[in-house]
């Protein structure tokens, strides 16, 4: 069963910063708490990593450093092509604690070893596929501005769009929402707004319990 993460950060407004929302997959998981908060600034259009296959690793914050030494010695065990080095590897992309990202070149398929590595990396919660950041709008209704962002993003001939993993229809799914912080929705609102735009783009079938891919919509509070 694979995962997805929206996790990122959205535009200043007022002189603050908003919510943030940021987009990934996730290979497999393992339950942990999440990160603490962290401050992003952030673009006001979807971010596309095309050019790279990523990963984002969660941890404690503070543990950044900790946990990119590990996946470095580790990655160095396995016989990848091409090798991880540290340039690879950012502490608190976009600012966010307790977040490692680990980027690879497009053209490389996803290794299995590498997932498997990954997500036996002792201080790591979470290991999830990252593709997207996007803004959580400063609106009245941030769950259907969210909406209207998301089924807003143009579809490539083939796929691709906030969660490429959808493309085709053919994949069922469930949205989770993980939020830090206080805000004027609920979890259960931004899994509803975020569920019905990616079923509008896609096709796809939205399921509570027979599902192929979770969608992890993650909310990280602004300051």
């Keep these: 069963m694979k995962r997805i993460v929206l996790l990122g950060p959205a535009p200043r407004c007022n002189g603050l910063l908003c919510p943030r929302v940021m987009l990934g997959t996730c290979p497999s998981t393992r339950v942990g708490h999440m990160a603490a908060d962290g401050v992003a600034t952030a673009p006001t259009q979807v971010v596309s990593l095309a050019a790279c296959t990523s990963f984002i690793l969660t941890t404690n914050a503070g543990l950044e450093q900790l946990t990119a030494d590990e996946l470095l010695e580790a990655a160095a065990a396995i016989n990848l092509d091409p090798p991880i080095e540290s340039a690879d590897v950012e502490l608190r992309p976009w600012n966010c604690f307790g977040r490692v990202l680990l980027r690879r070149p497009a053209t490389t398929a996803v290794d299995p070893a590498l997932e ?6 002792r201080s790591v919660h979470d290991v999830l596929h990252h593709h997207a950041m996007l803004p959580l ?3 009245v209704d941030p769950p259907l501005a969210l909406y209207e962002l998301l089924r807003g993003v143009p579809l490539a001939e083939g796929g691709g769009g906030p969660v490429p993993t959808l493309a085709g229809g053919e994949r069922s799914f469930r949205v ?10 609920t979890s259960l609102d931004i899994e ?3 569920g019905g735009a990616l079923h509008e783009l896609y096709g796809a079938k939205a399921s509570m ?7 992890r919509v993650d ?3 602004g300051v």
Excluded: N, Y
């Design 209 to 215: 319990k027979q599902f192929d891919v979770r969608v």
């Design 192 to 194: 509803r707004e975020a």
């Design 137 to 139: 709008p400063d609106a």
């Design 116 to 121: 498997r590595t990954l997500t036996a990396l």
């Design 219 to 221: 909310v990280a509070k």
């Design 176 to 185: 989770s929402c993980v939020r830090e912080g206080a805000h004027a929705f």
